[in-house]
């Protein structure tokens, strides 16, 4: 993994196997599916339920901060813990959750390589056993609101010649795939993308296995095929900002653009703006 630009940033199975139990490195399981972490999770891993614990239950908005004060401080969570996200679907969630976190300032953020359709193919340990971690007392420092982007950006970015990346599928980017029957709450009235947006599908940047592709592979992607060039400012979307978050990780740590942002409103909303401009 020494050939992505920040390559500290990822860890492998073996790696999490090895620093199990260690007192500053927590483990967290965040899943599409979130009842994936009571059929068996790793050892000591802690589960974030994204609906719940990283969602507003009134507005639509990540947590606020005495929530997340008290979410992380309940969990066992101090500032200087290392926190190791893994998932499924590829880590969809867990870069989701690692973005969240990184919006509201905590430093020591790593995802495991693979998630966890690599830990289980690997008939590596799990257990049903829930983790207990004393209390701690979270405190949210500095916030970071540059890595996300709300629905003016996006606005702004139509008029420019800066890219917008819809990570979405190829139906989905046409207007021929709505979502609506597979995520009725996720709905959009219309469909198609945000004029000038290239389609360049998450999943192409995932293997098989669940591990990200090669530096070159992922260069050939998004700089050969897609033409995103250093400096560039970047907005990512896809349905409600968990694909794209994805895209996001890839582009800001493994090849090392400095200005990209997640749309986490993405179709959900745009798809539902009055007036707001789409092509199919």
Known sequence: MAEYANPDVLVSTQWVADHLGDANIKIMESNEDVLLYDVGHIPGAIKIDWPTELQD????????????????????ISNDTTIVFYGDRSNWWACYAFWTFKILGHDKCLIMNGGRQKWLEEERETTKEIPSYAKTDYKVGATNESIRAYRDDVLKHMGSNNPLIDVRSPKEYTGELLHMEAYPQEGALRGGHVPGAANIPWATAANEDGTFKSADELKEIYEGNAGLKEGDDIIAYCRIGERSSH???????LLGFEGVRNYDGSWTEWGNLIKAPIEK
């Open 57 to 76: 239950q009134l507005i639509r908005d990540y947590v606020n901060k005495n929530n997340f004060e008290k979410l992380l401080s309940e969990k066992g």
């Open 247 to 253: 895209t996001w990780f890839v582009l800001t740590y």
